[in-house]
């Protein structure tokens, strides 16, 4: 299949509103693939390639991007990439390695642009990069998968969760019997989509919502799967990228436990001297590439999925909860069981006492449902807002479609240590409401002051106010920091930019 076709069809589902209309066209589009394009054309549609990351940033993007729309371009090609042709190239980025690895990756982009039809190039910088905002979430393309195989979305839905991998399940039910799609189970050392958390304010709101609950630690750590088979551990992350190379403490730790053959659910940070969390940046820090063992990660697990030969997935979470004391329970996160409101909200004080994010509120009698998220777990933890300034704004897609959306995010320099007036510390196209599109169209192209073909530049004069979960390091803005999980709250037309919250309150948050 051309890449052109499944680009058309991503444009043809970000038009409608309609998640049934979305199915339809996605469930149309898949039936016209071929077996070996199935895996490839999911991993494009939901920005996730099947050869994991790829090495390559947004800079070298961005600038082959403006190479490929410069006026040397005398024409433009008719389509002629295909999605096996675009597969391709990523294993050859994903293979690149070693001393010229960098000139490797940008020949092979610049030979990808060069091919690129209108609008696909665009396509192709978006999948790279995680941004495909196309509406065609794993969700609605899972349902669009059983359509076009016509298996039971449920059976769809649990071998997705199983697999942890849309693409190899799509191609199970689109070329395999029923009975090969009902048989996928769980498998001790292939990652499982991780169960999700719905939000609530309070623990009294998130106790009323789930009854009878185990009340844990919310720590700022990030997501890990352990599947131990006899001496053989792998460790996953929350995306199911495998870093058990990079955190050989975990995987000895996990060999310690008194089972053959267990998987974990769990997280892992890296602690201070004082045996206080360090920040959610530290412990990343320690699955990237050129990682450093100087920081030792500790894991705690909070939930069992299987233990020697016995799945449960199935079984209720007080049942879990008893095997995983049994199994680790030196390794269990801190928590307490409750149906008592107040008992939740100050063991939730004591959990922000520690250091920690906050908690999580989880019902005693729900399964793990793998990959969904529910009301069956419900995360609280205080949110951070902070003023900020409105740097650009970026054209929207989709829906949003002759719309001002995604805003580019300033902190005030209150020092000077960063040349002074504001510095870039995010972006988010989250929490705006049709009004508030509708206003920042109409308004920002007022005070622009430049235009690029990715976003309008404006006065530094407009205050936003943004919800964050918290901050992270950053070698991509110049005050070294990045917001995490912005979201817009609302225009502050009573402030001035002079009284927006700098960079500097915000780098505090790297050692709070």
């Known amino acids: 299949m051309l890449l052109a076709q499944l680009v058309e069809a991503v444009g043809a589902v970000t038009s409608t509103p309609s998640r049934l209309a979305k199915v339809a066209m996605l469930a149309a589009m898949l039936s016209e693939l071929e077996a070996d394009e199935i895996r490839p054309a999911v991993g494009l549609l939901t920005a996730r390639p099947r050869q994991g990351r790829l090495g390559v940033g947004w800079r070298t993007l961005a600038a082959i991007g403006e190479q490929a729309a410069g006026p040397e371009r005398e024409f433009e090609r008719e389509p002629a990439l295909t999605i ?102 769980l498998v001790v050392g292939r990652g499982v989509a991780p169960m999700l958390a719905s939000t609530a ?35 996953f992350t929350r995306s199911l990228a ?62 069992i999925l299987h233990v020697d030969g016995r799945d449960l997935l199935d079984e ?7 095997e995983l004391e049994r199994v680790a329970g030196a390794l269990r996160i801190p928590s307490t069981t409750t149906d008592d409101p107040d008992a939740a909200a100050a063991f939730s004080r004591e959990a922000l006492a520690a250091g ?23 995360k609280v933890k205080p ?7 409105v740097l650009a704004v970026e054209p929207g897609s989709g829906r949003r479609t002759g719309l001002l959306s995604n805003l580019h995010l300033g902190a005030r320099d209150a ?21 508030l599109l509708r206003w920042q169209t109409a308004h920002f192209p007022t005070i622009a002051t430049d235009r690029t073909r990715y976003a309008l530049e404006v006065e530094p004069v407009t205050v936003v106010e943004i919800a964050i979960d918290g901050v992270q390091r950053s070698s991509r803005y110049p005050g070294g920091v990045a917001l995490r999980f912005a979201r817009v709250k609302g225009y502050r037309p009573d402030k001035r930019a002079d009284e927006a919250d700098t960079i500097q309150d915000l780098r505090l948050l790297l050692r709070g």
């Open 84 to 185: 096996l042709d675009v597969d391709a190239a990523f294993d050859a980025l994903a293979a690149a390695e070693g001393e010229g690895s960098t000139a490797a990756r940008r020949a092979i982009l610049d030979g990808l642009a060069a091919r690129a039809a209108p609008g696909e190039w665009d396509f192709i910088a978006r999948v790279i990069m995680g941004e495909l905002r196309t509406g065609a979430l794993e969700g609605v393309l899972t349902d669009a998968v059983a359509k076009a195989a016509d298996r039971p979305i449920a059976a769809v839905r649990r071998a997705a969760m199983l697999t942890g991998d849309l693409g190899e399940t799509a191609v199970i039910a689109l070329t395999g019997t029923v009975d090969e799609l009902e048989g996928v189970g």
């Open 201 to 235: 304010a309070t623990t009294d709101e998130a106790v009323a919502i789930t009854g009878p609950a185990s009340v844990e630690y919310k720590l700022d750590g990030a997501r890990i799967q352990v599947h131990r088979d006899g001496d053989e551990v792998r460790v």
């Open 242 to 303: 495998d870093i058990t190379h990079r955190v050989p403490e975990i995987v000895a730790a996990v060999r310690e436990l008194p089972a053959s053959a267990v998987i974990l659910d769990g997280e892992t940070l890296a602690l201070d001297e004082d045996g206080g969390p360090r920040p959610f940046q530290d412990t990343m820090a320690r699955f990237g590439a050129d990682a450093t063992r100087e920081l030792a990660l500790r894991p705690w697990f909070f939930d």
């Open 316 to 322: 209720p979470l007080h049942v879990r909860r008893a």
């Open 356 to 378: 920690h994010e906050g908690v999580m509120v989880k019902a005693l009698d729900a399964p793990y449902a793998a990959g969904r998220r529910g009301k069956s777990w419900i």
């Open 383 to 389: 949110v951070l807002t902070f003023d900020l300034v």
């Open 415 to 435: 020092t000077g240590e960063f040349g002074g007036g504001f510095v870039m510390v995010g972006k988010t196209f989250k929490g705006l409401t049709d009004e």
